[in-house]
């Protein structure tokens, strides 16, 4: 099993920058595909990001691209998230999520564990 913990969220103003962590617990979490996820008030959850066990190769949302870059450190257990030129738009709660494998990755569904999430506030 494995449990996920987030921190780093809080309020910024448009264009300034955040960064986000995921602490793991678990013998096994390096051999999960760690995932972010956001949701905003009155919105369905919306994929962000995605890490490989191994962590060379990574997926992000369209509304993301370019701006966010999502890491891991497998001997620390963490998992990060690096938001920069951030919108209004990015307002939500952000979570971590781990899976075994990659197929329909932006499908909260096939998502395993989940942390309770973190709160990200862009002000304009």
């Known amino acids: 099993q494995v449990q996920l913990v987030e921190s780093g969220g809080g309020l910024v103003q448009a264009g300034g920058s955040l960064r986000l962590s995921c602490a793991a617990s678990g013998r096994t979490f390096s051999t999960y595909n760690m995932g972010w996820f956001r949701q905003a008030p009155g919105k369905e959850r919306e994929f962000v990001a995605l890490?490989?066990?191994?962590?060379?190769?990574?997926y992000y949302g369209d509304s993301v691209k370019g701006r966010f870059t999502i890491s891991r450190d497998n001997a620390r257990n963490m998992l990060s998230l690096q938001m920069n030129t951030l919108k209004p738009e990015d307002t939500a709660v952000y979570y971590c999520?781990?899976?075994?494998?990659?197929?329909?990755?932006?499908?909260?569904?096939?998502?395993?564990?989940w942390g309770q999430g973190t709160q990200v506030t862009v002000s304009s």
């Open positions: 999520a781990a899976r075994r494998g990659t197929g329909s990755y932006s499908n909260e569904r096939v998502y395993d564990y």
């Open positions: 890490i490989t066990w191994t962590g060379g190769t990574t």
